[in-house]
């Protein structure tokens, strides 16, 4: 649970309640998540320093000739940084408005079609993929009870295709006959549909073949019209020779103790998957829109993907095996992984939810992660084939938590979880079985009898004395909550849980006694 104060609470008693527009019943309103330190973006700039050592010691010790990267808090650039060139012949700087190839990451633009293409009512999430990409329908499953192939499928990598990332890259630039050749001879599955994570290439390249049909237009161009323009992102492209050479990073591998230059790879059948091309300061925006669809509001839609979308597209989907690893401190991390809409989620014990996604073809590599509730993220992009960020993001953002900044929203309680706190407050000092029956759910005295439930808040009377409720207020989300009484003698921990009912009720109370507010447990994410 986290932590708001009542006085803040109160507040939202004097909102009105908006009304329903199907059944006219008064919605339960709360104000939107919020951060509680006014001071968190001072904090947190304080780490920009230590990130930049970061990634300049990774850069030279791993010989990326150029690198870009930039954080983003609150929907706003906070700091970008730069290190070497983006080519080695003339040794040209790299800056923020230097073009590197981001790869994979073009796979969340692909998400974002679909999702803008459904919300237009041109497609369905759990429409089969031959629908749309007629090629697909004499595909030969791998049992007779698999289902068809569906979008939901492909976007979430459980399509059942095997991992393909060594052949994936190199099928960037080939043609839509090639694609349909590809397709109409088979695609062997791993797994049937629908049972698995495996990484497909394939299945994002399909995709594109689906915005593009539905569309009626090219995936490049409807990309272009529908998502980068309304985002102002001007320096991405999917086409290499789009960019002015003065400012595109060349790629580079490093062997035999040297840079070689790897070929460019032009814009294919496959770019829905791979392809995409943009400047630190373009991706910056994708990002901060991303980011925007949190916290669910009323305020009015600014985007061209409604934020109820966006935030669909960043839930896990798609369950991948946990990772244990060792942080940069020696601790042991474990991390609950899954792939959501063309983007990679995961959960550890210290951050609820980290989104993004890596990008790495010959040449290039690329992350952006972000922190959903903590409104906080990551991106850069490197001009060596597979340039490896992952170790130095963890150690960025442990960075960022040491500043003490790195907090999450609070969730902020509903008039009627701050009335029924009140009231239940009033029972421990004083039982009134007026008030108990007129919060209590039906379930509640069902569950414990009433006679029972009073006994049980007088002998907390009796232990513990006069008690009050201070404004401190541990909020889960609107309707469940919990708080700590001082008390004469010790304090008491309360909880409730409101029902599913119109006006919401009491349906679980649990009183706790403690000698010391010290002694009342903290919940935890992960255990100890």
């Given at each position: 649970?986290?932590?708001?104060?009542?006085?803040?609470?109160?507040?939202?008693?004097?909102?009105?309640?908006?009304?329903?527009?199907?059944?006219?019943?008064?919605?339960?309103?709360?104000?939107?998540?919020?951060?509680?330190?006014?001071?968190?973006?001072?904090?947190?700039?304080?780490?920009?320093?230590?990130?930049?050592?970061?990634?300049?010691?990774?850069?030279?010790?791993?010989?990326?000739?150029?690198?870009?990267?930039?954080?983003?808090?609150?929907?706003?650039?906070?700091?970008?940084?730069?290190?070497?060139?983006?080519?080695?012949?003339?040794?040209?700087?790299?800056?923020?408005?230097?073009?590197?190839?981001?790869?994979?990451?073009?796979?969340?633009?692909?998400?974002?079609?679909?999702?803008?293409?459904?919300?237009?009512?041109?497609?369905?999430?759990?429409?089969?993929?031959?629908?749309?990409?007629?090629?697909?329908?004499?595909?030969?499953?791998?049992?007779?009870?698999?289902?068809?192939?569906?979008?939901?499928?492909?976007?979430?990598?459980?399509?059942?295709?095997?991992?393909?990332?060594?052949?994936?890259?190199?099928?960037?630039?080939?043609?839509?006959?090639?694609?349909?050749?590809?397709?109409?001879?088979?695609?062997?599955?791993?797994?049937?549909?629908?049972?698995?994570?495996?990484?497909?290439?394939?299945?994002?390249?399909?995709?594109?073949?689906?915005?593009?049909?539905?569309?009626?237009?090219?995936?490049?161009?409807?990309?272009?019209?529908?998502?980068?323009?309304?985002?102002?992102?001007?320096?991405?492209?999917?086409?290499?020779?789009?960019?002015?050479?003065?400012?595109?990073?060349?790629?580079?591998?490093?062997?035999?103790?040297?840079?070689?230059?790897?070929?460019?790879?032009?814009?294919?059948?496959?770019?829905?998957?791979?392809?995409?091309?943009?400047?630190?300061?373009?991706?910056?925006?994708?990002?901060?829109?991303?980011?925007?669809?949190?916290?669910?509001?009323?305020?009015?839609?600014?985007?061209?993907?409604?934020?109820?979308?966006?935030?669909?597209?960043?839930?896990?989907?798609?369950?991948?095996?946990?990772?244990?690893?060792?942080?940069?401190?020696?601790?042991?991390?474990?991390?609950?992984?899954?792939?959501?809409?063309?983007?990679?989620?995961?959960?550890?014990?210290?951050?609820?939810?980290?989104?993004?996604?890596?990008?790495?073809?010959?040449?290039?590599?690329?992350?952006?992660?972000?922190?959903?509730?903590?409104?906080?993220?990551?991106?850069?992009?490197?001009n060596l084939t597979y340039t490896g960020?992952?170790?130095?993001?963890?150690?960025?953002?442990?960075?960022?938590?040491?500043?003490?900044?790195?907090?999450?929203?609070?969730?902020?309680?509903?008039?009627?979880?701050?009335?029924?706190?009140?009231?239940?407050?009033?029972?421990?000092?004083?039982?009134?079985?007026?008030?108990?029956?007129?919060?209590?759910?039906?379930?509640?005295?069902?569950?414990?009898?009433?006679?029972?439930?009073?006994?049980?808040?007088?002998?907390?009377?009796?232990?513990?004395?006069?008690?009050?409720?201070?404004?401190?207020?541990?909020?889960?989300?609107?309707?469940?909550?919990?708080?700590?009484?001082?008390?004469?003698?010790?304090?008491?921990?309360?909880?409730?849980?409101?029902?599913p009912t119109m006006p919401p009720k009491?349906?679980?109370?649990?009183?706790?006694?403690?000698?010391?507010?010290?002694?009342?447990?903290?919940?935890?994410?992960?255990?100890?």
């Amino acid at each position: 649970m986290l932590r708001t104060t009542l006085a803040a609470a109160l507040l939202a008693l004097a909102l009105p309640l908006s009304g329903s527009a199907q059944s006219g019943a008064p919605a339960v309103k709360a104000d939107p998540p919020r951060f509680a330190d006014p001071e968190r973006r001072q904090k947190l700039a304080a780490a920009f320093p230590e990130i930049d050592r970061i990634f300049r010691a990774y850069l030279d010790g791993a010989h990326v000739p150029g690198a870009a990267w930039a954080v983003v808090i609150d929907g706003e650039v906070a700091h970008m940084g730069q290190h070497g060139v983006r080519e080695l012949e003339a040794k040209t700087a790299v800056t923020q408005d230097t073009v590197f190839r981001i790869a994979s990451m073009t796979k969340s633009f692909t998400a974002l079609a679909i999702l803008k293409l459904r919300d237009e009512g041109k497609l369905a999430l759990d429409d089969p993929a031959e629908r749309y990409v007629p090629e697909l329908a004499g595909l030969a499953y791998p049992t007779a009870d698999s289902p068809r192939l569906t979008i939901r499928h492909l976007l979430s990598h459980a399509g059942g295709f095997p991992e393909d990332n060594p052949w994936g890259d190199q099928q960037l630039a080939i043609t839509d006959e090639a694609m349909s050749a590809l397709m109409t001879q088979g695609i062997p599955f791993s797994n049937p549909p629908g049972i698995a994570y495996e990484y497909s290439n394939f299945g994002f390249a399909i995709l594109g073949r689906i915005v593009a049909r539905v569309s009626g237009v090219p995936y490049r161009d409807y990309v272009a019209e529908r998502l980068l323009a309304p985002l102002d992102m001007t320096s991405t492209t999917l086409e290499a020779d789009a960019v002015a050479p003065s400012r595109l990073a060349l790629g580079y591998r490093w062997e035999d103790e040297t840079w070689k230059l790897e070929p460019a790879l032009a814009d294919g059948a496959f770019g829905s998957m791979g392809g995409m091309l943009t400047s630190m300061r373009d991706l910056a925006r994708y990002v901060a829109f991303m980011m925007s669809a949190f916290p669910p509001r009323d305020d009015a839609e600014a985007g061209p993907v409604r934020r109820a979308s966006l935030r669909e597209m960043q839930q896990p989907w798609r369950a991948r095996p946990a990772t244990v690893s060792r942080g940069a401190d020696g601790g042991v991390q474990l991390s609950n992984l899954a792939y959501a809409f063309g983007l990679r989620t995961t959960q550890t014990c210290a951050l609820p939810a980290i989104v993004g996604h890596a990008g790495g073809l010959p040449g290039y590599g690329s992350l952006m992660l972000w922190l959903p509730e903590h409104g906080v993220g990551i991106l850069a992009a490197g001009n060596l084939t597979y340039t490896g960020w992952g170790p130095r993001f963890d150690a960025a953002f442990e960075a960022l938590g040491r500043t003490g900044g790195l907090a999450p929203r609070v969730p902020q309680p509903s008039p009627a979880l701050v009335d029924l706190r009140a009231k239940v407050s009033g029972l421990v000092q004083r039982w009134d079985d007026g008030v108990a029956d007129e919060i209590a759910a039906g379930n509640l005295y069902l569950d414990r009898s009433k006679d029972r439930r009073r006994a049980d808040f007088e002998a907390m009377r009796i232990k513990h004395g006069v008690c009050t409720a201070g404004e401190d207020f541990d909020v889960e989300n609107a309707l469940r909550g919990a708080w700590t009484m001082a008390c004469e003698r010790g304090v008491v921990r309360a909880a409730i849980t409101l029902s599913p009912t119109m006006p919401p009720k009491v349906q679980f109370v649990s009183l706790q006694s403690f000698a010391r507010a010290a002694d009342v447990p903290r919940p935890a994410v992960c255990p100890p």
